[in-house]
Protein backbone atom coordinates (compact mmCIF):
# COMPACT_ATOMS: atom_id res chain seq x y z
CA UNK A 1 0.00 0.00 0.00
CA UNK A 2 3.07 2.22 -0.10
CA UNK A 3 2.69 2.63 -3.74
CA UNK A 4 -0.80 3.58 -3.78
CA UNK A 5 0.28 6.63 -0.48
CA UNK A 6 3.39 7.74 -2.77
CA UNK A 7 1.24 7.88 -5.92
CA UNK A 8 -1.19 9.82 -4.04
CA UNK A 9 1.18 12.06 -2.31
CA UNK A 10 2.92 12.77 -6.26
CA UNK A 11 -1.18 13.39 -7.69
CA UNK A 12 -1.35 16.08 -5.12
CA UNK A 13 2.17 17.72 -5.47
CA UNK A 14 1.39 18.13 -9.07
CA UNK A 15 -1.89 19.17 -9.22
CA UNK A 16 -0.76 22.14 -6.95
CA UNK A 17 1.48 23.33 -9.21
CA UNK A 18 -0.97 23.18 -11.82
CA UNK A 19 -2.72 27.12 -10.71
CA UNK A 20 0.80 28.16 -9.95
CA UNK A 21 1.86 27.21 -13.45
CA UNK A 22 -1.31 28.68 -14.38
CA UNK A 23 -0.85 31.82 -12.80
CA UNK A 24 2.88 32.18 -13.89
CA UNK A 25 1.23 31.89 -17.70
CA UNK A 26 -1.08 34.65 -16.99
CA UNK A 27 1.22 36.99 -15.33
CA UNK A 28 3.70 36.36 -18.16
CA UNK A 29 0.68 37.28 -20.65
CA UNK A 30 0.08 40.49 -18.93
CA UNK A 31 3.68 41.29 -18.55
CA UNK A 32 3.94 41.09 -22.01
CA UNK A 33 1.29 43.09 -23.07
CA UNK A 34 2.21 45.77 -20.83
CA UNK A 35 5.84 46.03 -21.54
CA UNK A 36 5.72 45.32 -25.44
CA UNK A 37 7.42 48.46 -27.05
CA UNK A 38 4.35 50.66 -28.57
CA UNK A 39 0.72 51.12 -26.91
CA UNK A 40 -1.59 48.80 -27.29
CA UNK A 41 -3.82 51.57 -28.11
CA UNK A 42 -1.92 52.51 -30.80
CA UNK A 43 -1.73 49.34 -31.76
CA UNK A 44 -5.73 48.48 -31.80
CA UNK A 45 -6.64 52.39 -33.07
CA UNK A 46 -3.49 52.47 -35.51
CA UNK A 47 -1.84 55.87 -35.54
CA UNK A 48 -3.57 57.88 -37.14
CA UNK A 49 -6.60 58.33 -34.34
CA UNK A 50 -7.45 61.58 -32.60
CA UNK A 51 -6.53 62.03 -29.29
CA UNK A 52 -10.54 61.81 -27.80
CA UNK A 53 -10.64 58.43 -29.02
CA UNK A 54 -7.58 57.26 -27.84
CA UNK A 55 -8.64 58.33 -24.45
CA UNK A 56 -11.55 56.80 -24.46
CA UNK A 57 -10.21 53.44 -25.84
CA UNK A 58 -7.44 53.64 -22.69
CA UNK A 59 -10.21 54.18 -20.31
CA UNK A 60 -12.24 51.11 -21.93
CA UNK A 61 -9.04 48.77 -21.24
CA UNK A 62 -8.82 49.89 -18.21
CA UNK A 63 -5.38 51.50 -19.16
CA UNK A 64 -5.76 54.16 -16.51
CA UNK A 65 -5.82 52.39 -13.44
CA UNK A 66 -2.52 52.11 -11.51
CA UNK A 67 -0.60 49.21 -13.22
CA UNK A 68 -0.94 46.74 -9.59
CA UNK A 69 -4.62 47.49 -9.84
CA UNK A 70 -5.14 46.69 -13.00
CA UNK A 71 -3.00 43.19 -12.73
CA UNK A 72 -5.59 42.38 -10.08
CA UNK A 73 -8.31 43.06 -11.54
CA UNK A 74 -6.98 40.87 -14.66
CA UNK A 75 -6.34 37.89 -12.31
CA UNK A 76 -9.82 38.39 -10.67
CA UNK A 77 -11.25 38.26 -14.24
CA UNK A 78 -9.31 35.28 -15.71
CA UNK A 79 -10.11 33.06 -12.08
CA UNK A 80 -13.64 33.59 -12.92
CA UNK A 81 -13.54 32.46 -16.59
CA UNK A 82 -13.68 36.59 -17.76
CA UNK A 83 -11.84 36.82 -20.46
CA UNK A 84 -13.20 40.67 -21.47
CA UNK A 85 -14.85 41.43 -24.41
CA UNK A 86 -14.39 41.37 -27.80
CA UNK A 87 -13.46 44.93 -29.37
CA UNK A 88 -15.18 44.44 -32.59
CA UNK A 89 -18.16 42.52 -32.20
CA UNK A 90 -18.77 43.61 -28.25
CA UNK A 91 -19.05 39.53 -27.47
CA UNK A 92 -17.61 38.51 -24.71
CA UNK A 93 -14.33 36.63 -25.65
CA UNK A 94 -15.39 33.69 -23.41
CA UNK A 95 -18.37 32.91 -25.70
CA UNK A 96 -16.60 33.35 -29.01
CA UNK A 97 -13.64 31.00 -28.20
CA UNK A 98 -15.93 28.53 -26.56
CA UNK A 99 -17.79 28.28 -30.07
CA UNK A 100 -15.03 27.39 -32.18
CA UNK A 101 -13.13 25.52 -29.50
CA UNK A 102 -14.94 22.22 -30.04
CA UNK A 103 -14.19 22.41 -33.83
CA UNK A 104 -10.49 22.69 -33.00
CA UNK A 105 -11.08 19.60 -30.94
CA UNK A 106 -12.36 17.27 -32.95
CA UNK A 107 -9.64 17.88 -35.34
CA UNK A 108 -7.06 17.22 -33.28
CA UNK A 109 -8.72 14.08 -31.71
CA UNK A 110 -8.84 12.71 -35.39
CA UNK A 111 -5.50 13.54 -35.81
CA UNK A 112 -4.03 11.71 -33.31
CA UNK A 113 -5.76 8.42 -34.03
CA UNK A 114 -4.45 8.71 -37.64
CA UNK A 115 -0.70 9.71 -36.45
CA UNK A 116 -0.85 6.99 -34.07
CA UNK A 117 -1.69 4.72 -36.59
CA UNK A 118 0.70 5.35 -39.08
CA UNK A 119 3.46 5.80 -36.31
CA UNK A 120 2.76 2.35 -35.14
CA UNK A 121 2.69 0.52 -38.52
CA UNK A 122 5.80 2.35 -39.38
CA UNK A 123 7.67 1.88 -36.47
CA UNK A 124 6.85 -1.43 -36.10
CA UNK A 125 7.87 -2.36 -39.52
CA UNK A 126 11.25 -0.94 -38.82
CA UNK A 127 11.87 -2.31 -36.20
CA UNK A 128 10.90 -5.87 -37.59
CA UNK A 129 12.80 -5.53 -40.70
CA UNK A 130 16.45 -5.18 -39.56
CA UNK A 131 18.14 -4.38 -42.42
CA UNK A 132 19.69 -1.06 -42.47
CA UNK A 133 17.83 0.35 -45.20
CA UNK A 134 14.20 0.04 -43.81
CA UNK A 135 15.88 1.69 -40.54
CA UNK A 136 17.00 4.69 -42.67
CA UNK A 137 13.95 5.00 -44.42
CA UNK A 138 12.21 5.15 -40.79
CA UNK A 139 14.77 7.68 -40.00
CA UNK A 140 13.96 9.88 -43.24
CA UNK A 141 10.37 9.59 -42.52
CA UNK A 142 10.99 11.03 -39.05
CA UNK A 143 12.82 13.97 -40.50
CA UNK A 144 10.90 14.46 -43.35
CA UNK A 145 7.35 14.61 -41.84
CA UNK A 146 9.14 17.10 -39.16
CA UNK A 147 10.37 19.49 -41.72
CA UNK A 148 7.17 19.71 -44.26
CA UNK A 149 5.62 23.10 -43.42
CA UNK A 150 2.42 22.45 -42.15
CA UNK A 151 0.48 25.13 -44.58
CA UNK A 152 2.57 23.71 -47.04
CA UNK A 153 1.94 20.41 -47.07
CA UNK A 154 -1.85 21.16 -46.51
CA UNK A 155 -1.70 23.12 -49.76
CA UNK A 156 -0.58 20.07 -51.69
CA UNK A 157 -2.79 17.80 -50.57
CA UNK A 158 -6.28 20.11 -51.44
CA UNK A 159 -4.56 20.70 -54.89
CA UNK A 160 -3.65 17.00 -54.47
CA UNK A 161 -7.20 15.65 -53.79
CA UNK A 162 -9.60 18.57 -53.92
CA UNK A 163 -8.78 20.52 -56.82
CA UNK A 164 -7.20 17.40 -59.31
CA UNK A 165 -8.62 14.93 -58.16
CA UNK A 166 -12.13 16.35 -57.08
CA UNK A 167 -12.36 13.69 -54.32
CA UNK A 168 -13.10 15.62 -51.34
CA UNK A 169 -14.50 18.87 -50.45
CA UNK A 170 -11.43 21.59 -50.41
CA UNK A 171 -12.15 23.00 -46.65
CA UNK A 172 -14.59 24.30 -44.22
CA UNK A 173 -16.21 22.02 -42.03
CA UNK A 174 -19.76 21.91 -43.72
CA UNK A 175 -21.26 23.11 -47.28
CA UNK A 176 -22.40 26.58 -46.56
CA UNK A 177 -25.87 26.86 -45.51
CA UNK A 178 -26.17 23.15 -44.06
CA UNK A 179 -28.35 23.08 -41.26
CA UNK A 180 -26.41 22.72 -37.66
CA UNK A 181 -27.94 21.01 -34.55
CA UNK A 182 -27.92 23.38 -31.52
CA UNK A 183 -25.63 20.75 -29.79
CA UNK A 184 -21.96 20.62 -28.34
CA UNK A 185 -20.28 22.07 -31.33
CA UNK A 186 -18.45 18.35 -31.44
CA UNK A 187 -20.21 18.12 -35.14
CA UNK A 188 -19.48 14.22 -35.58
CA UNK A 189 -21.41 13.43 -31.67
CA UNK A 190 -24.03 15.60 -32.69
CA UNK A 191 -24.97 14.74 -35.90
CA UNK A 192 -24.78 10.90 -34.17
CA UNK A 193 -26.77 12.04 -31.34
CA UNK A 194 -29.61 13.46 -33.76
CA UNK A 195 -29.51 10.13 -35.89
CA UNK A 196 -28.76 12.25 -39.09
CA UNK A 197 -26.35 10.15 -41.02
CA UNK A 198 -26.13 12.56 -44.05
CA UNK A 199 -25.28 15.35 -41.85
CA UNK A 200 -22.05 13.04 -40.66
CA UNK A 201 -21.62 12.08 -43.68
CA UNK A 202 -20.75 15.38 -44.90
CA UNK A 203 -18.78 15.94 -41.39
CA UNK A 204 -16.78 13.06 -41.87
CA UNK A 205 -15.92 13.99 -45.77
CA UNK A 206 -14.79 17.43 -44.65
CA UNK A 207 -12.46 16.24 -41.98
CA UNK A 208 -10.27 13.46 -43.54
CA UNK A 209 -8.09 16.15 -45.05
CA UNK A 210 -7.20 17.86 -42.89
CA UNK A 211 -6.96 15.52 -40.29
CA UNK A 212 -4.80 13.32 -42.54
CA UNK A 213 -2.33 15.96 -43.10
CA UNK A 214 -1.85 17.10 -39.67
CA UNK A 215 -1.73 12.89 -38.62
CA UNK A 216 1.02 12.38 -41.13
CA UNK A 217 3.06 15.09 -40.27
CA UNK A 218 2.74 14.30 -36.30
CA UNK A 219 3.44 10.52 -37.39
CA UNK A 220 6.84 10.60 -37.82
CA UNK A 221 7.52 11.33 -34.44
CA UNK A 222 5.20 8.55 -33.38
CA UNK A 223 6.83 6.23 -35.35
CA UNK A 224 10.44 6.98 -33.95
CA UNK A 225 9.70 7.32 -30.60
CA UNK A 226 8.10 3.64 -30.56
CA UNK A 227 11.12 2.60 -32.50
CA UNK A 228 13.60 4.01 -30.32
CA UNK A 229 11.67 2.56 -26.71
CA UNK A 230 10.97 -0.76 -29.13
CA UNK A 231 15.01 -1.23 -29.53
CA UNK A 232 15.68 -0.06 -25.87
CA UNK A 233 13.03 -2.88 -24.56
CA UNK A 234 14.56 -5.28 -27.13
CA UNK A 235 18.24 -5.47 -25.84
CA UNK A 236 16.47 -6.30 -22.19
CA UNK A 237 17.77 -9.00 -20.57
CA UNK A 238 14.04 -10.78 -20.36
CA UNK A 239 13.67 -10.68 -24.25
CA UNK A 240 16.94 -12.48 -24.41
CA UNK A 241 15.56 -15.11 -21.86
CA UNK A 242 12.42 -15.20 -24.18
CA UNK A 243 14.27 -15.61 -27.44
CA UNK A 244 16.83 -18.71 -25.68
CA UNK A 245 13.22 -20.39 -25.02
CA UNK A 246 12.32 -20.20 -28.76
CA UNK A 247 9.40 -17.75 -28.47
CA UNK A 248 8.70 -16.46 -31.90
CA UNK A 249 10.39 -12.82 -33.42
CA UNK A 250 6.74 -11.61 -33.55
CA UNK A 251 5.38 -12.75 -30.90
CA UNK A 252 8.37 -11.32 -28.72
CA UNK A 253 7.67 -7.86 -30.39
CA UNK A 254 3.94 -8.14 -29.60
CA UNK A 255 3.56 -9.65 -26.61
CA UNK A 256 6.93 -9.03 -24.60
CA UNK A 257 7.89 -5.86 -25.83
CA UNK A 258 5.44 -3.28 -26.85
CA UNK A 259 3.50 -3.14 -23.60
CA UNK A 260 6.82 -1.97 -22.07
CA UNK A 261 7.95 0.70 -25.47
CA UNK A 262 4.01 1.52 -25.44
CA UNK A 263 4.04 4.25 -22.43
CA UNK A 264 7.00 6.08 -22.66
CA UNK A 265 5.37 6.64 -26.46
CA UNK A 266 2.73 8.46 -24.32
CA UNK A 267 5.16 10.86 -22.98
CA UNK A 268 5.97 12.03 -26.19
CA UNK A 269 2.75 12.00 -26.89
CA UNK A 270 2.00 14.34 -24.07
CA UNK A 271 4.98 16.58 -25.66
CA UNK A 272 3.83 16.96 -28.98
CA UNK A 273 0.15 18.25 -27.72
CA UNK A 274 2.04 21.50 -27.82
CA UNK A 275 3.67 21.34 -31.39
CA UNK A 276 0.48 19.60 -32.33
CA UNK A 277 -1.56 23.16 -31.90
CA UNK A 278 1.31 24.80 -33.63
CA UNK A 279 1.07 22.69 -36.54
CA UNK A 280 -2.91 22.41 -36.38
CA UNK A 281 -3.07 26.61 -36.00
CA UNK A 282 -1.40 26.41 -39.53
CA UNK A 283 -3.40 23.69 -40.94
CA UNK A 284 -6.81 25.18 -39.87
CA UNK A 285 -6.07 28.27 -41.77
CA UNK A 286 -5.71 26.87 -45.23
CA UNK A 287 -8.12 24.70 -44.45
CA UNK A 288 -10.54 27.10 -43.30
CA UNK A 289 -11.52 24.98 -40.92
CA UNK A 290 -13.32 27.51 -38.16
CA UNK A 291 -11.48 26.39 -35.15
CA UNK A 292 -9.14 28.23 -32.77
CA UNK A 293 -6.59 29.52 -35.22
CA UNK A 294 -9.18 31.15 -37.51
CA UNK A 295 -10.45 33.05 -34.65
CA UNK A 296 -6.44 34.10 -34.08
CA UNK A 297 -6.12 35.08 -37.40
CA UNK A 298 -9.29 36.92 -37.31
CA UNK A 299 -8.33 38.74 -34.17
CA UNK A 300 -4.64 39.33 -35.21
CA UNK A 301 -5.78 41.09 -38.56
CA UNK A 302 -8.14 42.89 -36.51
CA UNK A 303 -6.02 44.35 -34.10
CA UNK A 304 -8.65 42.66 -31.16
CA UNK A 305 -6.09 42.34 -28.27
CA UNK A 306 -8.73 40.66 -26.10
CA UNK A 307 -9.13 37.83 -27.83
CA UNK A 308 -5.71 37.58 -28.75
CA UNK A 309 -5.02 37.14 -24.90
CA UNK A 310 -8.41 35.17 -24.44
CA UNK A 311 -6.70 32.64 -26.81
CA UNK A 312 -3.22 32.14 -25.44
CA UNK A 313 -4.64 32.11 -22.16
CA UNK A 314 -7.30 29.38 -23.04
CA UNK A 315 -4.38 27.26 -24.95
CA UNK A 316 -1.93 27.49 -22.54
CA UNK A 317 -4.30 26.51 -19.50
CA UNK A 318 -5.37 23.00 -21.84
CA UNK A 319 -1.57 22.56 -22.53
CA UNK A 320 -0.65 22.57 -19.21
CA UNK A 321 -3.53 20.08 -18.08
CA UNK A 322 -2.94 17.66 -20.96
CA UNK A 323 0.73 17.58 -20.01
CA UNK A 324 -0.44 17.11 -16.05
CA UNK A 325 -3.01 14.53 -16.96
CA UNK A 326 -0.94 12.05 -19.59
CA UNK A 327 2.28 12.67 -16.48
CA UNK A 328 -0.19 11.26 -13.74
CA UNK A 329 -1.68 8.40 -16.31
CA UNK A 330 1.67 7.44 -16.42
CA UNK A 331 2.43 7.34 -13.33
CA UNK A 332 -0.54 5.31 -11.98
CA UNK A 333 -0.66 2.55 -14.62
CA UNK A 334 3.43 2.39 -14.89
CA UNK A 335 4.94 0.97 -11.59
CA UNK A 336 8.43 1.83 -12.76
CA UNK A 337 7.65 5.45 -12.63
CA UNK A 338 9.61 6.92 -10.16
CA UNK A 339 8.35 10.01 -8.70
CA UNK B 1 23.46 12.53 -43.04
CA UNK B 2 26.34 15.96 -42.07
CA UNK B 3 27.51 15.77 -45.40
CA UNK B 4 24.05 16.29 -47.45
CA UNK B 5 23.32 19.01 -44.38
CA UNK B 6 25.88 20.85 -45.24
CA UNK B 7 26.21 20.60 -49.16
CA UNK B 8 22.24 21.65 -48.70
CA UNK B 9 22.87 24.95 -46.66
CA UNK B 10 25.75 25.58 -48.64
CA UNK B 11 23.55 26.01 -52.27
CA UNK B 12 21.09 28.11 -50.03
CA UNK B 13 24.21 30.25 -48.63
CA UNK B 14 25.53 30.82 -52.24
CA UNK B 15 21.85 31.18 -53.29
CA UNK B 16 21.33 33.96 -50.71
CA UNK B 17 24.40 35.77 -51.43
CA UNK B 18 24.43 35.44 -55.11
CA UNK B 19 20.67 36.28 -56.22
CA UNK B 20 21.10 40.13 -54.87
CA UNK B 21 23.95 40.41 -57.70
CA UNK B 22 22.30 38.38 -60.53
CA UNK B 23 19.31 40.70 -59.97
CA UNK B 24 21.60 43.71 -59.91
CA UNK B 25 23.31 42.80 -63.04
CA UNK B 26 19.81 42.66 -64.43
CA UNK B 27 20.53 38.18 -64.62
CA UNK B 28 17.23 38.38 -62.73
CA UNK B 29 14.19 40.28 -63.05
CA UNK B 30 13.22 42.65 -59.67
CA UNK B 31 11.24 40.24 -57.31
CA UNK B 32 8.91 43.69 -56.62
CA UNK B 33 8.25 44.18 -60.04
CA UNK B 34 5.46 42.78 -61.96
CA UNK B 35 3.46 45.33 -63.59
CA UNK B 36 4.83 44.55 -67.20
CA UNK B 37 4.36 40.47 -66.72
CA UNK B 38 1.15 38.41 -67.31
CA UNK B 39 -0.73 37.72 -64.37
CA UNK B 40 -0.53 33.72 -62.99
CA UNK B 41 1.06 32.63 -65.71
CA UNK B 42 2.46 28.88 -65.64
CA UNK B 43 5.78 28.20 -65.64
CA UNK B 44 7.50 29.15 -69.02
CA UNK B 45 11.00 30.14 -70.70
CA UNK B 46 10.44 33.30 -69.83
CA UNK B 47 9.35 32.71 -65.79
CA UNK B 48 10.46 29.38 -65.23
CA UNK B 49 8.29 29.06 -62.08
CA UNK B 50 5.55 31.39 -63.34
CA UNK B 51 4.45 34.58 -61.94
CA UNK B 52 2.00 35.14 -59.17
CA UNK B 53 -1.14 37.40 -58.58
CA UNK B 54 0.62 40.75 -59.09
CA UNK B 55 2.72 39.15 -61.98
CA UNK B 56 5.57 39.24 -59.99
CA UNK B 57 8.30 35.99 -60.91
CA UNK B 58 7.91 33.04 -58.43
CA UNK B 59 11.28 32.06 -59.17
CA UNK B 60 13.10 35.08 -58.05
CA UNK B 61 10.78 36.08 -55.31
CA UNK B 62 11.64 32.20 -54.15
CA UNK B 63 15.56 32.76 -54.35
CA UNK B 64 15.18 35.95 -52.53
CA UNK B 65 13.35 34.83 -49.60
CA UNK B 66 16.14 32.00 -48.79
CA UNK B 67 18.55 35.69 -47.41
CA UNK B 68 16.00 36.87 -45.71
CA UNK B 69 14.91 33.55 -44.12
CA UNK B 70 18.48 32.72 -43.22
CA UNK B 71 19.59 35.88 -41.64
CA UNK B 72 16.48 36.06 -39.45
CA UNK B 73 17.08 32.64 -38.26
CA UNK B 74 20.62 33.05 -37.42
CA UNK B 75 20.01 36.60 -35.74
CA UNK B 76 17.53 34.76 -33.88
CA UNK B 77 19.37 31.52 -32.70
CA UNK B 78 22.17 33.82 -32.19
CA UNK B 79 20.52 36.29 -29.89
CA UNK B 80 19.24 33.06 -27.96
CA UNK B 81 22.61 31.97 -27.49
CA UNK B 82 23.44 35.24 -26.26
CA UNK B 83 20.87 35.32 -23.76
CA UNK B 84 20.43 31.52 -22.97
CA UNK B 85 23.92 30.77 -21.97
CA UNK B 86 25.28 33.14 -19.77
CA UNK B 87 22.21 33.40 -18.05
CA UNK B 88 22.05 29.42 -17.56
CA UNK B 89 25.36 29.48 -15.87
CA UNK B 90 24.70 32.32 -13.99
CA UNK B 91 21.28 30.80 -12.57
CA UNK B 92 23.23 26.96 -12.10
CA UNK B 93 26.13 28.92 -10.58
CA UNK B 94 24.69 31.06 -8.23
CA UNK B 95 21.59 28.31 -6.94
CA UNK B 96 19.02 29.60 -4.40
CA UNK B 97 16.50 32.11 -4.93
CA UNK B 98 17.87 33.94 -8.14
CA UNK B 99 17.90 30.30 -9.52
CA UNK B 100 14.86 28.94 -8.75
CA UNK B 101 12.95 32.44 -10.03
CA UNK B 102 14.57 32.24 -13.37
CA UNK B 103 14.20 28.37 -13.63
CA UNK B 104 10.17 29.37 -13.09
CA UNK B 105 10.46 32.02 -15.46
CA UNK B 106 11.73 29.91 -18.52
CA UNK B 107 9.89 26.93 -17.91
CA UNK B 108 6.61 28.99 -18.26
CA UNK B 109 7.70 30.42 -21.20
CA UNK B 110 8.70 26.81 -22.30
CA UNK B 111 5.23 25.78 -21.75
CA UNK B 112 3.76 27.85 -24.24
CA UNK B 113 3.53 26.30 -27.68
CA UNK B 114 6.15 27.37 -29.85
CA UNK B 115 3.89 29.33 -32.84
CA UNK B 116 1.39 30.39 -30.04
CA UNK B 117 3.92 32.71 -27.66
CA UNK B 118 5.96 33.81 -31.15
CA UNK B 119 3.12 34.62 -32.58
CA UNK B 120 2.28 36.73 -29.40
CA UNK B 121 5.29 38.68 -29.83
CA UNK B 122 5.54 39.00 -33.42
CA UNK B 123 1.73 40.64 -32.73
CA UNK B 124 2.58 43.29 -30.31
CA UNK B 125 6.11 44.43 -31.79
CA UNK B 126 4.84 44.60 -35.32
CA UNK B 127 6.48 43.41 -38.41
CA UNK B 128 10.17 43.68 -39.27
CA UNK B 129 13.34 41.86 -39.72
CA UNK B 130 14.89 42.60 -36.48
CA UNK B 131 10.93 41.92 -34.50
CA UNK B 132 10.76 38.64 -36.47
CA UNK B 133 14.39 37.75 -34.89
CA UNK B 134 13.11 38.85 -31.30
CA UNK B 135 9.85 36.60 -31.79
CA UNK B 136 11.68 33.43 -32.49
CA UNK B 137 14.69 34.71 -29.80
CA UNK B 138 12.36 34.96 -26.98
CA UNK B 139 11.14 30.88 -28.17
CA UNK B 140 14.49 29.46 -27.85
CA UNK B 141 16.38 30.80 -25.01
CA UNK B 142 14.56 28.71 -22.73
CA UNK B 143 15.49 25.60 -24.34
CA UNK B 144 19.29 26.58 -24.02
CA UNK B 145 18.94 27.88 -20.53
CA UNK B 146 17.51 24.70 -19.49
CA UNK B 147 20.34 22.51 -21.29
CA UNK B 148 23.04 24.90 -19.98
CA UNK B 149 21.81 25.17 -16.32
CA UNK B 150 21.17 22.25 -15.91
CA UNK B 151 24.60 20.67 -16.55
CA UNK B 152 26.01 23.76 -14.94
CA UNK B 153 24.51 22.95 -11.89
CA UNK B 154 26.04 19.48 -12.06
CA UNK B 155 29.37 20.41 -12.77
CA UNK B 156 29.45 23.13 -10.21
CA UNK B 157 30.49 20.62 -7.25
CA UNK B 158 32.86 18.38 -9.29
CA UNK B 159 36.07 18.93 -8.10
CA UNK B 160 37.71 21.20 -10.73
CA UNK B 161 35.79 23.85 -9.58
CA UNK B 162 36.33 23.20 -5.87
CA UNK B 163 40.13 23.52 -6.80
CA UNK B 164 39.67 26.37 -8.92
CA UNK B 165 37.74 28.30 -6.17
CA UNK B 166 40.76 27.22 -3.31
CA UNK B 167 43.55 28.39 -5.41
CA UNK B 168 41.08 31.95 -5.57
CA UNK B 169 39.36 32.15 -8.64
CA UNK B 170 36.39 34.55 -8.67
CA UNK B 171 33.11 33.61 -9.33
CA UNK B 172 33.33 35.49 -13.25
CA UNK B 173 36.52 33.93 -13.65
CA UNK B 174 35.19 30.17 -12.82
CA UNK B 175 32.32 30.47 -14.93
CA UNK B 176 33.86 31.89 -17.84
CA UNK B 177 36.96 29.43 -17.70
CA UNK B 178 36.04 26.49 -16.67
CA UNK B 179 31.98 25.94 -16.82
CA UNK B 180 31.12 27.35 -19.91
CA UNK B 181 33.77 25.54 -21.72
CA UNK B 182 32.12 22.42 -20.31
CA UNK B 183 28.49 22.97 -20.90
CA UNK B 184 29.24 24.02 -24.56
CA UNK B 185 29.49 20.84 -26.42
CA UNK B 186 25.75 20.51 -26.10
CA UNK B 187 24.91 24.02 -27.92
CA UNK B 188 25.44 23.01 -31.43
CA UNK B 189 23.23 19.97 -31.98
CA UNK B 190 20.54 22.18 -30.60
CA UNK B 191 21.69 25.42 -32.41
CA UNK B 192 20.77 23.81 -35.62
CA UNK B 193 17.55 21.94 -34.39
CA UNK B 194 16.57 25.17 -33.28
CA UNK B 195 17.41 26.55 -36.75
CA UNK B 196 15.07 24.19 -38.71
CA UNK B 197 12.53 25.11 -36.00
CA UNK B 198 12.77 28.56 -36.45
CA UNK B 199 12.26 28.28 -40.71
CA UNK B 200 8.69 27.09 -40.01
CA UNK B 201 7.89 29.54 -37.22
CA UNK B 202 9.03 32.05 -39.56
CA UNK B 203 7.25 30.90 -42.22
CA UNK B 204 4.18 30.55 -39.76
CA UNK B 205 4.70 33.98 -39.07
CA UNK B 206 4.85 34.72 -42.63
CA UNK B 207 1.96 33.00 -43.19
CA UNK B 208 -0.67 34.57 -40.66
CA UNK B 209 0.72 38.08 -41.47
CA UNK B 210 3.35 38.54 -38.63
CA UNK B 211 6.94 38.18 -40.06
CA UNK B 212 8.77 40.85 -42.26
CA UNK B 213 7.29 44.13 -44.20
CA UNK B 214 5.17 43.71 -47.12
CA UNK B 215 8.80 45.42 -49.40
CA UNK B 216 10.52 42.02 -48.29
CA UNK B 217 9.48 39.13 -50.76
CA UNK B 218 8.98 36.09 -48.26
CA UNK B 219 8.55 32.37 -48.72
CA UNK B 220 5.42 32.60 -45.23
CA UNK B 221 3.42 35.41 -46.95
CA UNK B 222 3.87 34.02 -50.47
CA UNK B 223 2.63 30.77 -49.49
CA UNK B 224 -0.32 32.62 -47.70
CA UNK B 225 -0.67 34.61 -51.09
CA UNK B 226 -0.91 31.53 -53.00
CA UNK B 227 -3.72 29.85 -50.59
CA UNK B 228 -6.24 31.98 -52.48
CA UNK B 229 -5.27 30.55 -55.85
CA UNK B 230 -5.23 27.12 -54.92
CA UNK B 231 -8.88 26.35 -55.41
CA UNK B 232 -8.43 27.28 -58.72
CA UNK B 233 -5.65 24.50 -59.75
CA UNK B 234 -2.81 27.42 -59.83
CA UNK B 235 0.26 24.98 -58.09
CA UNK B 236 3.04 26.75 -59.03
CA UNK B 237 2.45 29.84 -56.54
CA UNK B 238 2.50 27.19 -54.21
CA UNK B 239 5.34 24.68 -54.94
CA UNK B 240 8.33 26.71 -55.11
CA UNK B 241 8.72 28.46 -51.77
CA UNK B 242 7.39 25.74 -49.71
CA UNK B 243 10.37 23.41 -51.47
CA UNK B 244 12.39 26.01 -50.71
CA UNK B 245 11.73 26.02 -47.00
CA UNK B 246 11.74 22.22 -46.83
CA UNK B 247 14.84 22.03 -48.35
CA UNK B 248 16.33 25.07 -46.05
CA UNK B 249 15.06 23.00 -42.91
CA UNK B 250 16.16 19.54 -44.12
CA UNK B 251 19.51 21.17 -44.55
CA UNK B 252 19.70 22.41 -40.76
CA UNK B 253 17.96 19.08 -39.99
CA UNK B 254 20.28 17.16 -41.53
CA UNK B 255 23.56 18.85 -39.47
CA UNK B 256 21.91 18.63 -36.15
CA UNK B 257 21.07 14.65 -36.33
CA UNK B 258 24.42 14.58 -37.85
CA UNK B 259 26.24 16.25 -34.67
CA UNK B 260 23.81 14.46 -32.52
CA UNK B 261 25.15 11.10 -33.86
CA UNK B 262 29.14 12.28 -33.52
CA UNK B 263 28.78 14.11 -29.35
CA UNK B 264 27.22 10.13 -29.19
CA UNK B 265 30.14 8.94 -30.25
CA UNK B 266 32.41 10.97 -28.81
CA UNK B 267 30.57 10.41 -25.11
CA UNK B 268 30.67 6.69 -25.93
CA UNK B 269 34.29 6.75 -26.29
CA UNK B 270 35.23 9.28 -23.50
CA UNK B 271 32.79 6.81 -21.11
CA UNK B 272 34.95 3.74 -22.98
CA UNK B 273 38.27 5.10 -21.96
Redesign the interface.
Known amino acids: MNRARSLTKYAISRLISLPI ?1 LW ?2 ST ?2 FV ?2 RI ?3 DPVD ?1 ILGNRADQVTREAMRTKLGLDDPLFHQYLNFLNDILHGNLGTALNTQEPVRKIISQSLPASIELALAAILIAGFIGFIIGLTGTAKKESSTDFAG ?1 LYG ?2 T ?7 AA ?2 I ?2 IF ?3 LGWLP ?1 GGRLPAGTFIYDGSGFLIFDSIKNGDLNLLQQVIRHLILPASTLGLLLSGIFSRSLKINLDKTLNMDYIEAAKSRGISNSRIIFFHALPNALLPVLTIAGLTV ?2 L ?2 GA ?2 IE ?2 FSWPGIAML ?2 EA ?2 QRDYPI ?1 QG ?2 VV ?2 IL ?2 SI ?1 LFIDLLIAFIDPRVSY | MLRWGLYLLAIYLLTAFLTPLFIKFGFLPEPQEGLGNPIYSPPSIDHWCGTDRLGRDVCVRTLEGSRVAIIIVLLAVTLAVIIGIPLGILSGYLGGMVDRVIVLFMETLYTIPVLLLSVVIAFLLGRGIFNAAIALCVVYTPQYFRVVRNQTAQAKSELYVEAARVIGAGPFWIMGKYLLRNVVSSVPVLLTLNAADAVLVLGGLGFLGLGLPETIPEWGSDLNLALDAVPVGIWWTALFPGIAMLGLVLAFSFIGEGLEIIVNLNELNESNT
Do not use: E
Not at chain 1, 146 to 152: K, L, S, T
Open positions: MLILILLAPGARIVYAIPPFWMLQLAVIIASIGLLITLQISVIVISVVG
